[in-house]
């Protein structure tokens, strides 16, 4: 009974301190539904007006070939046996 107590004492004291910022802030705020004890800011707002970014455009001087070997399958082409007595026959018949 008394480690439970102890448990509950313990956890007051830590979600405590995270409730008290969250209304101090006022609607400024969200708690984390997944962490209580996390509070972030509602909106966020960066400045970058007077910050001065210079950059070039660089290009590799080689290139990057990926090639895969070409695969070697059997021929779909059937040769007919028959093909050259068939092509004399039909000469024949001119």
């Keep these: 009974m008394r480690s439970k107590f ?3 004492l313990l956890s007051i004291v830590a979600v405590a301190p995270a409730s008290a910022m969250a209304q101090a802030a006022g609607d ?3 708690q ?7 509070v972030y800011k509602k909106e966020t707002v960066y400045d ?7 950059g070039s455009f660089i290009r590799p001087e080689g290139e990057y070939l990926d090639a895969r070997r ?17 092509m004399l026959k039909s000469a024949e018949d001119i």
């Design 70 to 86: 070409a695969a070697r399958h059997s021929s779909l082409i059937r040769i007919r046996e028959s093909f050259v007595p068939e």
């Design 48 to 54: 970058f007006e007077d910050d001065v970014v210079e």
């Design 32 to 38: 984390d539904p997944n962490d209580p004890g996390v």
């Design 6 to 8: 102890v448990v509950l």
């Design 28 to 30: 400024d705020v969200v």
